[in-house]
């Protein structure tokens, strides 16, 4: 059974930093294809960041791009995202997800229906 276990969230100020976790029990973590969510109150979920197995290749919001730096540990099954120059704009729950196994998200990486796995979230606060 596949899970993904997000930590690191937290209550910071705005300009702050904060390091988010994911520890996945994915037998196959190294040919995943991995990504980061937000979802803020009455808001739909959205992309963050992506990392590709093939080619660890990375992708990123324009919303966060230059302040967010998305990772992998293949041998510690982690994935991380690095959140710098944290703004209120930037609360939110965040989930990280993966692919199955193998599978190419190709210029899809930014859809929710990409992925088939999810963690339970971690809340991210910032104060102004």
């Known amino acids: 059974q596949v899970q993904l276990v997000e930590s690191g969230g937290g209550l910071v100020q705005a300009g702050g930093s904060l390091r988010l976790s994911c520890a996945a029990s994915?037998?196959?973590?190294?040919?995943?294809?991995m990504g980061w969510f937000r979802q803020a109150p009455g808001k739909a979920r959205e992309f963050v960041a992506a990392i590709k197995w093939r080619d660890d290749n990375t992708y990123y919001a324009d919303s966060v791009k230059g302040r967010f730096a998305i990772s992998r540990d293949n041998a510690k099954n982690t994935l991380f995202l690095q959140m710098n120059s944290l703004a209120p704009e930037d609360t939110a729950i965040y989930y990280c997800?993966?692919?199955?196994?193998?599978?190419?998200?190709?210029?899809?990486?930014?859809?929710?229906?990409?992925?088939?796995?999810w963690g339970q979230g971690t809340q991210v606060t910032v104060s102004s």
């Open positions: 994915i037998r196959t973590f190294s040919t995943t294809d």
């Open positions: 997800a993966g692919t199955r196994e193998g599978y190419n998200s190709g210029n899809y990486y930014y859809a929710p229906s990409t992925y088939d796995y």
